[in-house]
């Protein structure tokens, strides 16, 4: 059985610690995790777990030689700026896609796609394939 209490001050130590350097940087390491390490790290409402809360708290005192005022705050932190960079990057990603895709760019996509499928399963037209099938006969004769 969980239990979580959060207070004033405890929210108040977060808010402070949400802008600190070392809680960016692990927020920052956090965006390269994998989805399931996440899952492991925080759960899905965003309360991070035991196991997180420990190693955040060290890897803070490690960084700064400091601890967090309550306990979990240093993890509560970098959830939080977790949360902040991802939804930063999930703007900059939809600002900078085409509002439209024209024809002409869908065909080339779909040209890249088809060259790709052809490379990856073999084609016997395939120019790709081709040089691949003789590099792989020159590289037999030769022992390489």
Request: net charge negative.
């Amino acid at each position: 059985m969980s239990l979580t209490v959060v207070s004033p001050a405890f929210d108040q130590s977060v808010e402070a610690l949400a802008d600190h350097p070392v809680i960016h940087e692990m927020a920052i390491e956090l965006l390269a995790a994998p989805a399931p390490m996440l899952r492991l790290l925080i759960r899905d409402n965003g309360i991070p777990t035991a196991r997180f809360m420990e190693l955040a708290s060290d890897r803070f005192f490690e960084q700064t030689g400091e601890r967090g005022r309550h306990l979990g705050t240093v993890a509560r932190a970098v959830a939080v700026r977790f949360r902040a960079l991802l939804g930063e990057l999930t703007t900059a990603l939809r600002a900078s896609l085409p509002d439209e895709v024209s024809e002409a760019r869908a065909a080339d996509l779909e040209a890249e796609q088809a060259i790709r499928d052809m490379w990856e399963h073999g084609s016997p037209r395939c120019p790709l394939t081709k040089y691949a099938e003789a590099a792989g006969r020159a590289a037999d004769r030769f022992n390489i």
